[in-house]
């Protein structure tokens, strides 16, 4: 889904070209900022696509009604940062 949500010409490599090619250049870092883990990204392909997809991610799966606490992350939430 991911490669999908990125966008050409991603959407139609197979995952060990997509982890040679994009995740492996990607830079960022991970925070805890009181019950929710940030993971941000600096310069990731087709950033204000992702942005769209992950960005708030506990405040759109609470909209949806799934539960946003990830039990084998200690309960806590999961959001991306695209800068």
Same mark, same amino acid.
């Given at each position: 889904? /991911?490669?999908? $949500?990125?966008g050409?010409? &991603?959407a139609g490599w197979n995952s060990q070209h997509?982890? %040679?090619? &994009? /995740? $492996?250049g990607l830079e %960022?870092?991970?925070r805890v900022k009181r019950n =929710?883990?940030?993971v941000t990204y600096y310069n990731a392909p087709?950033? =204000?696509l992702l942005k769209?997809?992950?960005e708030q991610l506990p405040q759109k799966l609470d909209r949806e009604g799934v539960s946003t606490t990830i039990p084998?992350?200690?309960g806590l939430n999961l959001d991306f940062w695209f800068k």
């Open positions: 889904m /991911l490669c999908q $949500r990125i050409a010409p &991603v997509f982890a %040679g090619s &994009v /995740l $492996r %960022g870092d991970v =929710t883990i940030i087709n950033s =204000t769209k997809h992950y084998w992350l200690y």
